[in-house]
């Protein structure tokens, strides 16, 4: 099993950046991959920006040039940080980590971006 937690989000005005921690509870290099996703009121999740073990990375589209996803193997943790954020960027961001063909998820932080 993985368990995951998640910190980082809060209140923050458009034009400005977060940066998001997911902290877990095994060592990261053993997981395939690890992702952020999010969730908006009345939308579905989405996914926002992934990392495999290999250290491959890939991006929303509505991300690219402004969100940066990485990770610290040595402190079992993967980070978002998030520039230039606008208010459709406002949402409950999850974790996840794929490990032996399981999904584990974390239970979010909520990123709320004002105009």
């Known amino acids: 099993q993985v368990q995951l937690v998640e910190s980082g989000g809060g209140l923050v005005q458009a034009g400005g950046s977060l940066r998001l921690s997911c902290a877990a509870s095994r060592s990261i290099l053993a997981i395939s991959v690890m992702a952020w996703y999010r969730e908006a009121p009345g939308k579905q999740r989405e996914l926002v920006a992934s990392?495999?073990?290999?250290?491959?990375?890939n991006q929303a589209d509505s991300v690219k040039g402004r969100f940066t996803i990485s990770r610290d193997n040595a402190k079992n943790t993967i980070y978002l940080q998030m520039d230039f954020l606008k208010p459709e960027d406002t949402a409950v961001y999850y974790c996840k980590a794929r490990y032996f063909d399981i999904n584990y998820w974390g239970k979010g932080t909520l990123v709320t971006v004002s105009s």
């Open positions: 990392i495999t073990n290999g250290g491959t990375t």
